[in-house]
C-alpha cells in the first residue's frame, strides 16, 4: 500500500491487455500504425477539433519537445515557482529549446493569477535588447499543489499571453484528474481557451509509460519541427503501436475520466479523514488526487510505524497521491493509523 505517487501503482488489466493485442504481427514504425491512426482520431472527437501528435514515454520528454517547438532558445518561459518544469526536470527544457530561459512567478496553491502575470510581463517587456522575451507561458493543470486552473482563469492567463505574441503550453500529466474535478469539456480547459499545445500523461492514470505531445490547430504547422525534434532527442518511439495501444484502452469508453474520478475520490476521504485529527492540517485545496497536509508527529510516528508510504515535502507538511488502484479500505486503514487506531496492516 502506497500513498507516495500514482506512478507507483501498476498499469491498468485493461492497457496490458491493449499492449498484447498490439503485439501481433508486423505494424508500420514510429507511430504510422493503425493504432496510432485510431488514437488520433479518438483524440480529434475528445477535443473536437484537429490536431496532431507524437507518443512519448515520459513526462519530461513531452514537456520539453513540446516547449522546444514553441520557444526560440533566446526567450523565456513563464511558469509557476513549483512547475514541474522548473523544479524536477533537470534542465532539459532549457537543453531541448537550446537555452530558454525559465522565468518562475508566485502564486497560491501552485496557480498563477491574472494579475501576477500581468506585473511579469510588465518587468519582461519583448523590445528591449538586454532583456530576454518571454514567448511561451506554461501552465500546470492539475498543478503540483494538487489544484486545478478552472475555464475562466486559462482564458485569462492565454488572453494576456496571447496579447503579447506568445504561445501558451499546458503540463496535463494529471490532465484526467483536472477534468474530473473541473467536470468541463476538454476542448474548453485547452485551445478554445487559448492553449497551443498539450501535454498530456497516461501514466499517472493508469498506463505503464505513455504520454503524447498534442498540437492543437494554432500550431500544427510545426508538426514536422516536433517529428524532427523527437528524433533528434532520442524518443522517436519505433514500436510506437504499444504506446499507442494504451492510450487507446485508456481513452476507450471515457475509461481514462472513470480513473481519475476513482483517484480524486480517494483523495477526498484522505483529507476528510485526516481533518478528523486534532492538530492537522490541509495545506492546499483537494481538487485532483493529492492530499498536502501537516499532520502532528505522532500521527507521522504512527503512519511511518505501519509502513505506509507517502512523501515529506520539501516546503513543508506531507503528500499522499491516490490512484486508479486506491482502495476504500487502505484509505480507512491510513487514517485510522494516523488516528493513533491499529489499522493491522
Known amino acids: 500500500m502506497s500513498f507516495q505517487s500514482d506512478t ?58 513540446a516547449l522546444a517547438v ?8 513563464l511558469c509557476h515557482d513549483e512547475a514541474h518544469i522548473h523544479r524536477d526536470e ?27 502575470l500581468e506585473a511579469a510581463l510588465a518587468e519582461w517587456p519583448s523590445d528591449f535588447v538586454h532583456t530576454t522575451p518571454p514567448s511561451v507561458l506554461s501552465l500546470s493543470n492539475l498543478t503540483e499543489s494538487g489544484t486545478a486552473y478552472d475555464v475562466a482563469t486559462v482564458k485569462a492567463l492565454a488572453g494576456l499571453a496571447k496579447a503579447r505574441g506568445m504561445h501558451v503550453h499546458m503540463d496535463g500529466a494529471r490532465f484526467a484528474n483536472a477534468l474530473s474535478f473541473l467536470k468541463c469539456d476538454p476542448a474548453d480547459i485547452t485551445w478554445r481557451a487559448g492553449v497551443d499545445v498539450l501535454s498530456l500523461g497516461a501514466t499517472k492514470g493508469g498506463a505503464l509509460a505513455a504520454e503524447a505531445v498534442i498540437l492543437f490547430p494554432s500550431v500544427m504547422d510545426r508538426f514536422h519541427t516536433l517529428r524532427a525534434r523527437q528524433k533528434r532527442a532520442g524518443h522517436m518511439l519505433p514500436k510506437a503501436r504499444y504506446v499507442a495501444a494504451q492510450f487507446e484502452a485508456w481513452l476507450e469508453n471515457g475509461r481514462w475520466l472513470e480513473l481519475a474520478a476513482h483517484a480524486n475520490a480517494m483523495a477526498s476521504e484522505l483529507a476528510a479523514g485526516f481533518a478528523s485529527i486534532p492538530g492537522a492540517k490541509l495545506l492546499h485545496p483537494v481538487e485532483g488526487n493529492e492530499v498536502f497536509i501537516d499532520l502532528p508527529q ?35 486503514r491510513v487514517v485510522k493509523a494516523a488516528q493513533g487506531v491499529n489499522p493491522s496492516l
Not at 70 to 77: C, F, N, R, Y
Open 8 to 65: 507507483t501503482a501498476p498499469a491498468h488489466p485493461a492497457l496490458l491487455e491493449a499492449m498484447i493485442r498490439a503485439n501481433e504481427g508486423a505494424a508500420a514504425s514510429y507511430g504510422n500504425d493503425t493504432v496510432s491512426a485510431r488514437v488520433k482520431a479518438q483524440l480529434r472527437e475528445i477535443f473536437s477539433t484537429d490536431l496532431e501528435l507524437v507518443f512519448t514515454v515520459s513526462g519530461t520528454a513531452s514537456n520539453s519537445l
Open 90 to 116: 533537470r534542465g532539459a527544457p532549457e537543453f531541448f529549446t537550446g537555452g530558454a530561459k525559465l522565468v518562475p512567478l508566485h502564486g497560491d496553491h501552485a496557480r498563477l493569477t491574472p494579475e501576477t
Open 70 to 77: 514553441l520557444a526560440p532558445g533566446d526567450s523565456a518561459i
Open 298 to 332: 505522532e500521527a507521522v510516528d504512527a503512519l511511518n510505524a505501519v509502513n505506509a508510504g507517502f512523501y515529506p515535502w520539501p516546503h513543508g507538511g506531507y503528500r499522499f497521491v491516490t490512484s486508479w488502484q486506491t482502495k476504500a479500505e487502505d484509505v480507512a
